[in-house]
């Protein structure tokens, strides 16, 4: 156990060294939030995937099929699904943009202060994003060293924010691509031993119950709940949009996109895989959100173990860095710039402020919140609730208009707000109440007012 923790606590010095590094790279806001928008396929493809792969993919898969079986493995293939539609109909798009947020977008389209309220929202969805990840790296740190959930991730959290606010993008590019060839190696060693522990492939299958072994031994309404939630929400994430704004060109990013998402899909698989070996090795924990890291303590040797936990800690430090920075640039470029009218060194360094102060609001609200599930659905009930339908109008519908596409912001997230509160964070209602009002308000509007003759295309 001591060298699981010396390996830990040098993997930690590792990311804080990659920030320093970065540092001196640093000359522009645009160095800062997308590194400069220069990254080659073989850096940009690992790059996206080490962000798409968070706490609801690796810990929120494992801990529902720990539950449910390979079903619950739904979660990460709704994200991988969706960035590969976003590689195949979005990327292109998204990479010739010149502008650093989603809410810069609707901006653009629309004005009138849309990309103010947008930017509220989406900011609203990276910060719970973020709180997602630090829980599941505190629930690591209880595993292995047997400290509190909220003392683990005070020191996650630290860590992350940490590199983060110093080296920026660049620092997250380079600790991305590290995690990722770490996290891909941690994953086949769990497997590989997982698998040998259970007694093999054939006594797996069967020491579990049949359904077990379906995608479909969850409910069709939690599925749908998923599809709209985690696959819509995904193309429309600004941790992703920020990294896809990293690509070198456009090709790059479209087909960077379909392989990032491909290999989430094998990647929620693998997790699904482990969530069913935690259940027939470890029958009776505490919670299912234990599942992975007790695991890894159950089946992998002193040493490798170390390594494994290493790794998904890797997977989950990639997306608080991600989702802190994406943040953290919505607050400044959409919201503080504007209402400042800050130049480029103003900008960057508010840029940095901002990033801490996130990082401080993530680690508190992950201390206080404590569940993974709960601030993962309502993140991408806001997010997919309420801007999809703006965002999607903007980019393939002329007939939009600002007054729609505001006036569907603002009744959706009062009716995502409302739902939450009737029916719980974990029902299909909130998106699904959220998206319908949401489109019902942008067509109707859109169709009762008149466009005017020099409305933007």
């Known amino acids: 156990m001591t060298i699981d923790v010396v390996i830990v606590i040098a993997y930690f010095a590792m990311m804080i ?32 995937s080490a962000v798409i792969l968070g706490g609801g993919s690796t810990f929120g898969s494992a801990s529902q099929s720990y539950q449910f079986g390979i079903s619950g493995a739904w979660i990460t293939l709704m994200f991988g699904l969706g960035v590969v539609v976003v590689g195949l109909l979005l990327a292109s798009r998204i990479a010739k943009l010149n502008v650093f947020t989603l809410s810069e977008l609707l901006q653009r389209r629309y004005g009138h202060g849309s990309g103010c309220i947008s930017a509220m929202i989406a900011a ?5 994003i973020a709180v997602v990840q630090i829980i599941a790296l505190g629930t690591i740190m209880k595993e292995l060293l047997g400290w509190s959930l909220s003392f683990g991730i005070l020191a ?43 007694g093999g492939v054939e006594s797996v299958t069967r020491a579990v119950p049949p359904e077990f072994l379906t995608l479909t031994n969850i409910s069709g309404q939690r599925l749908l709940g998923l599809f709209l939630s985690l696959f819509l ?33 094998g990647w929620g698989a693998a997790m699904g895989i482990c969530g069913v070996l935690a259940y027939i090795l470890l029958p009776n924990l505490a919670s299912s959100q234990d599942a992975l890291p007790a695991l890894v303590i159950k089946v992998m040797p002193v040493g490798l173990s170390g390594i494994v936990l290493a790794a998904l800690m890797s997977a989950l430090m990639s997306t608080v860095s991600a ?36 990082g401080i609001v993530v680690i508190i609200l992950s201390i206080y919140i404590g569940d993974v599930f709960v601030a993962l659905d309502t993140a991408y009930s806001y997010l997919s609730g309420c801007l999809f339908v703006p965002i999607m109008a903007a980019l393939f519908w002329s007939r939009a208009m600002w007054q729609a596409a505001i006036a569907s912001i603002i009744v959706s997230a009062i009716a995502v707000t409302i739902s939450l509160a009737v029916y719980g964070s974990s029902s299909a209602a909130p998106i699904i109440y959220g998206i319908g009002s949401s489109m019902v308000v942008m067509i109707l509007v859109s169709l009762l007012i008149k466009a005017p003759t020099s409305a933007r295309a």
């Open 233 to 265: 929400g995904i193309m429309i994430g600004q941790d992703i949009w920020q990294r896809i704004l990293t690509a070198r060109n456009q090709n790059i990013a479209r087909v960077g996109s379909i392989y990032a998402g491909l290999y989430s899909i």
């Open 323 to 358: 989702t802190v920075l994406a943040s953290a640039t919505l607050v400044t470029n959409d919201i503080l710039k504007p209402l400042l009218h800050l130049d480029e060194a103003a900008e960057f360094k508010v840029s940095r402020a901002i990033t801490a102060i996130t």
């Open 124 to 128: 609203t969805y990276t910060v719970l």
């Open 156 to 198: 996650g959290g630290i860590v992350t924010v940490i590199y983060t606010l110093i080296g920026g993008m660049i620092a997250i590019t380079i600790t991305d691509f590290i995690q990722f060839v770490i996290m891909t190696v941690g994953v086949i060693l769990l497997l590989i031993f997982g698998i040998d522990a259970a």
């Open 17 to 48: 060294l990659c920030g320093i590094v970065a540092m001196r790279r640093l000359k522009s806001t645009a160095d800062y939030l997308v590194a400069d928008r220069n990254l080659p396929l073989w850096v940009f493809f690992p790059c996206l």
